[in-house]
């Protein structure tokens, strides 16, 4: 019988879960994902309590969002690695569940975060209108997905979701246009849309893909040069075309659209 799309992540996260403790052992990976935390984080409204991290994974981001809001909650399809998780933050909240049926009370959460988990999901409206659903009406939703403006990356992300173990051949990037439509149709307003990650991504990023800054001496200096070099290139308006991934931020929309995209579901 074919798998269905939370069965075949699960399995595949099976697998994946120790290579993440690995991704993140090494100070220049630390340090990228640190970066990557912060330009979300930096989103957060001032007085926002209740976090929610969506596909929290291993936990290297929740451990930053639990520090600073305590009682921060983690949800993970995968329980393997929830696992991991449990060692990262031992004090969050971690439920092992599907965000395409989330198990918490409407308006639970003032920020919901979601850091590489909506492509790996196949109805991203009903997805996206999870999260809506679950926040607050003044709260907001803080993504960082793959972003697939470039044809180049395009093409190369494609070949690997396809070829590589390590995705599932229905993952995709989004574009600009496409991200902002589909949290449009859940019933959000985007307030920012930036890109995030280019020479840093690549090379300290995932040292589990590509490790080449295991063997140069100074990387965690040559880390910190490619995340500035980046943070330049990714705000200027064509070379942003760079950006690996793409950083929205929206809000609920009020009235209308919020009931009309709850009575579609
Ligand atoms: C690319 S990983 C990112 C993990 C973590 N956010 C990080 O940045 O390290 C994607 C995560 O989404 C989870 N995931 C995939 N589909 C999911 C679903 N339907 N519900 C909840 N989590 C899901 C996977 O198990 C995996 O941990």
Redesign the pocket.
């Known amino acids: 019988m074919p798998k269905t799309?939370?069965e075949a992540?699960?399995e595949l996260?099976r697998a994946?879960a120790p290579r993440?403790a690995y991704r993140y052992s090494f100070r220049f990976s630390r340090l990228f994902q640190e970066d990557w935390h912060a330009e979300m984080i930096s989103h957060v409204p001032p007085g926002a309590e209740r976090i929610l991290?969506?596909?929290?994974?291993?936990g290297?981001?929740l451990a930053e969002l639990e520090a600073r809001h305590p009682g921060s909650v983690g949800?993970?399809?995968?329980h393997e690695?929830l696992k991991v998780s449990s060692q990262y933050v031992p004090d969050a909240r971690l439920v092992t569940?599907?965000?395409?049926r989330l198990p918490f009370a409407a308006e639970a959460f003032d920020v919901v975060f979601c850091?590489?988990?909506l492509h790996?999901?196949r109805d991203h409206v009903g997805?996206l209108a999870n999260c809506r659903d679950v926040l607050a009406d003044r709260g907001v939703l803080i993504m960082s997905e793959p972003c697939n403006d470039n044809p180049f990356i395009r093409l190369a992300r494609a070949v690997l979701y396809r070829k590589s173990p390590h995705f599932d051949v229905g993952d995709q990037g989004f574009t600009k246009k496409g991200i902002v439509g589909l949290c449009e149709r859940a019933g959000f307003e985007v307030t920012r849309v930036k890109k995030y990650g280019f020479l840093a991504y690549v090379f300290a990023g995932f040292p589990d893909h590509l490790g080449v800054l295991r063997f140069v001496p100074g990387s965690a200096l040559l880390t910190r040069l490619f995340i500035a070099v980046d943070r330049v290139l990714c705000a200027l308006p064509l070379i942003g075309l760079l950006g690996f991934h793409i950083v929205v931020v929206a809000r609920p929309s009020p009235g209308p659209a919020r009931r009309r995209a709850r009575r579609r579901r």
């Open positions: 799309n939370a992540q699960i996260h994946l993440y991290d969506l596909g929290c994974g291993t290297f981001f949800l993970d399809i995968s690695m569940g599907d965000a395409e850091k590489g988990s790996h999901t997805f």
